[in-house]
């Protein structure tokens, strides 16, 4: 079983930066490791449903972003760590939410980029922008 751990959230200004990361142990049930699998960032606001955020390629190669963050926000993923991390600058307080990384189907990233395409989830960590 894969298990995520996120870590890296808490209070920030709008305008400031956080650094999440998100761990992984484990296998998938298919016998996969982190390296073999594309991961992703969605986060859930305060009433409102969870949303995909940002995803990156097992070769951390190929990103793609929701285009709210575009150009504020940076995935990557460092293999030899099992971690993926996300980068988040000049935030908002529309980015206040809890942040989850998830353990994608596929190897590379999916044109899908709903929760659908992702079968291993972490508990989470709040991020949140006071104006």
């Known amino acids: 079983q894969m298990h995520l751990v996120e870590s890296g959230g808490g209070l920030v200004e709008a305008g400031g930066s956080l650094k999440l990361s998100c761990v992984a142990s484990?296998?998938?049930?298919?016998?996969?490791?982190?390296?073999?699998?594309?991961m992703g960032w969605f986060r859930r606001a305060p009433g409102k449903e969870r949303e995909f955020v940002a995803h990156?390629?097992?070769?951390?190669?190929?990103?793609d972003y929701t285009d709210s963050v575009k150009g504020r926000f940076t995935i990557s993923r460092d293999n030899a760590k099992n971690t993926v991390y996300l980068q988040m600058d000049s935030l908002k307080p529309e980015d206040t939410a809890i942040y989850y990384c998830?353990?994608?189907?596929?190897?590379?990233?999916?044109?899908?980029?709903?929760?659908?395409?992702?079968?291993?989830w972490g508990q989470g960590t709040q991020v949140t922008v006071s104006s």
């Open positions: 998830a353990c994608s189907r596929y190897t590379y990233i999916s044109s899908d980029q709903t929760e659908a395409s992702y079968d291993y």
């Open positions: 990156v390629s097992w070769s951390g190669y190929h990103t």
């Open positions: 484990g296998r998938t049930s298919n016998g996969r490791t982190f390296a073999d699998r594309a």
